[in-house]
């Protein structure tokens, strides 16, 4: 029997379905996609005592008669195609194929009054619905979107160029958004239910996905992707204005002479983007070990070992935290250790490996400013549960730490690196730093673009002889002030 033949006629057993993963790879589109009329209108927000009404108590769209005919006819034909027997295809392209000319033909057998924009519009669904992410795989499609955020089944959100906008998309109920998310996470060995509900795991391309579901989520399942430039390297970040030649200059000369830098700002600031890009200036003959929860960091070189954590079973039982990964990675002869993220107990154990022989080490940290971020590792430490006295603490963290930078995502959505410092020592108790490059910002202009330059302080880093020895010659002027 055929695939097209299976797919128009056989049925799965007791009417289960078993989703098939999306596709290891995208083609990113050149332009952003048009989303369709396929998809309901946003529904109006009901504004009750100065707030907005949220959850499933609002009202329903009402859709029009060719958009119901189109939702009913995308149902039918779900239930008529057979999904387990698209798991045999493995070819992406074959399948996609396939499954159009299937539709077609059904389409064709039901002689539905739509027009040929309105027929391609529902061949598309049905394939992203298989092979992809259903409504939001046009979304994940277009390359100019950074985030997607789906606030239950009616509400889509994307962040593009720094902003929110609500797209005219959305899932049909809260059941069709669940079998999207399980289906992401079944396939990176997480699982998400109602003993569960939350859970971080990761799509084919790097991408980052979150997701909480009801209990826990009181308006229905919520799912955020965190998507990330594909190959966004060193000279697009300096045409995009994040930093300047100079302090990429200065930055490759730390990699290179194996200082330890760790990377601090806010949620959606560009952390693990830049760490990406720093990564670039590694040595291409050093061992490299990456640790991260949900694997993000897309390294260039060749010799790179990926540790994952994982979360603990149905029985509460094989959780595996970041801290026990760093312990790991000391045994398996590592040249560089990356953790994608500092944010708990494992802080102790990233500083002890710095300050061990393991130098070059690279991490990230949420913080607001430098200072808070040296705060924030003398909480992580404490949370190892050790008893180090506050001085104690700060010496391990002044003695492994070498450089910090500081990137913040401004008003009008643009990324800048506000701040490049280095940690010179202990004065007392007080960990001593200097900044050595900064983002000045004079104002903002009228159409909501923040004005600013960067500047050297003037500050002639201590480090500059770690880089001379390395072999790194940086020139004088690069560090006078304005």
Known sequence: MSLR?????????????????????????????????????????????????????????????????????????????????????????????????????????????????????????????????????????????SDILVNGAHEIYIERYGKL???????????HLLSVIDRIVSKVGRRVDESSPMVDARLPDGSRVNAIIPPLALDGPVLSIRRFEADLAVQQLI??????????????????????????????????????????????????????????????????????????????????????????????????????????????????????????????IHANTPRDALARLETMILMAGTALPTRAMREQISSAVDVMIQIARLADGSRRVMSITEVTGMEGDVVTTQEVYRFRRRGITAEGQVVGQFEATGVRPLFIERLQVAGVELPPQMFDGI
């Open 239 to 364: 045409q995009n204005g994040t930093l300047t030649e100079a302090m990429i200059r200065l930055l490759a000369g730390c990699v290179h002479a194996r200082l330890n830098i760790v990377i601090s700002g806010g949620t959606g600031s560009g952390k693990t983007t830049l760490l990406n890009a720093l990564s670039s200036f590694v040595p291409a003959d050093e061992r490299i070990i990456t640790i991260e929860d949900a694997a993000e960091l897309r390294l260039m070189q060749e010799h790179v070992v990926r540790l994952e954590t994982r979360p603990p079973n149905a029985e509460g039982r094989g959780e595996v935290i970041s801290r026990d990964l760093v312990k790991n990675a000391l045994r398996m002869r590592p040249d560089r250790i990356i953790v994608g993220e500092v944010r708990s107990a494992e802080a102790l154990d990233m500083l002890q490996a710095m300050n061990t022989g393991h130098e070059g080490s690279l991490t990230t």
């Open 165 to 175: 906008i609500r797209v005219p998309a959305s899932f049909r109920n809260d059941a």
């Open 5 to 145: 033949e299976r797919l128009m006629g056989v049925k799965s057993n007791g009417g289960s379905r078993t989703a098939v993963p999306p596709p290891p790879t995208r083609p990113a589109a050149a332009e952003p996609v048009t989303y369709g009329e396929y998809a309901p209108p946003p529904r109006p927000k009901e504004r009750v005592s100065g707030m907005y009404t949220g959850g499933r108590g609002r009202e329903q769209p009402t859709l029009s008669a060719v958009e119901q005919l189109k939702v009913d006819l995308h149902r039918r034909l779900i239930e008529r195609l057979d999904l387990e027997a698209l798991e045999q295809v493995k070819d992406e392209a074959e399948l996609s194929r396939q499954i159009r000319a299937a539709v077609v033909e059904f389409l064709r057998a039901e002689q539905t009054p739509l027009s040929q924009n309105e027929r391609e519009e529902v061949v598309e669904q049905i394939v992203y619905e298989i092979i992809g992410l259903g409504p939001i795989e046009p979304l994940f499609r277009d390359p100019t979107i």
